[in-house]
């Protein structure tokens, strides 16, 4: 009995450190509601809107630390922006859906998991009367890279949740399709060589893009520290959260 209350404890104290790690930023709607967002890792997103819980890219051990999705409210959304494997997890689909669940993917995905909605760049679809989803086009255009993201097969997605217009890159380069998105309030833009963006990429990207609020993620390695100085002076707000 003993040995099996250390054990919880233990397990407890971890599960805290897990979720006291994870930083979480507020933002208010138009109409005064609040959206929040949680740094999980990487390319996963937890976004929290009047009662709806809304996850980008969940993955368990596709990308460090391991997360363990049981721990979170059920998903009433998920995206998946592509098939890679720290983007696309079965396992952290499974720990956070619900029959009522609603999952949109690229079409690539849809076709490995036959589960959800495939939405194609240039897709839209609303969720519910206040929160539409628009797929938008993510791929790479540096000479050998193109393999990493092909153009037309994967997606990024904006978000426009009671007016609050919200970018989430996925993994791309600096498109020249970004020109096309307008009033965007967030921003979600990778950093990371070879397979997204430079850091002089995602800057020049930032400046056409102009969201209120940029969050780099998806960066790896990369001294993300260095878009906050090149982005100085741009009006950009430049967030950094532990989205390696």
């Known amino acids: 009995m003993k040995k099996f ?24 709607t138009k109409s005064g509601k609040q959206v929040t967002f949680t740094c999980i890792k990487h390319a996963s997103i937890q976004i929290e809107y ?17 997360t363990d999705y049981t721990l979170f409210p059920k998903a009433n959304l998920i995206l998946v922006t592509h098939e890679h494997h ?32 495939p939405l194609k ?11 539409k989803v628009e797929a938008v086009p ?6 050998g890279r193109e393999k990493f993201h092909p153009k037309g097969r994967d997606n990024g997605y904006v978000l426009t949740i009671d007016g609050l217009r919200i970018y989430i890159a996925g993994d791309t380069e600096d ?27 995602l800057c020049k990207a930032a400046r056409t893009i102009k969201p209120r609020v940029l969050f780099p993620y998806h960066y790896s390695e990369t001294p ?21």
């Not at 450190?17 to 979480?24: H, L």
């Not at 760049?121 to 929160?131: A, K, L, Q």
């Not at 020249?176 to 997204?196: G, S, V, W």
């Open 224 to 244: 993300i520290s260095q878009v906050l100085m090149k982005l100085n002076g741009s009006g950009i707000k430049v967030l950094i959260r532990d989205y390696k």
């Open 86 to 117: 720290d983007h696309f997890d079965r396992e952290a689909i499974a720990m956070l859906r619900t029959p009522s669940t609603a999952i949109y993917t690229n079409p690539a995905v849809y076709t490995m998991f036959h589960n959800g909605l």
């Open 175 to 201: 498109i020249p399709e970004m020109a096309n998105l307008k009033d965007i309030d967030i921003a979600f833009m990778p950093c990371n060589q070879p397979y997204t963006m430079t850091v002089d990429q």
């Open 5 to 28: 209350f250390l054990f919880a404890l233990w397990s407890l104290i971890g599960s805290m450190g897990m979720m006291a790690a994870q930083k979480s930023d507020t933002f208010t």
């Open 138 to 143: 993510a791929y790479n255009t540096t000479e």
């Open 50 to 66: 009047d009662g709806l819980q809304i996850h980008v890219d969940p993955v368990t051990d596709g990308a460090q630390p391991i």
């Open 121 to 131: 760049n240039g897709d839209s679809i609303e969720y519910r009367h206040d929160i």
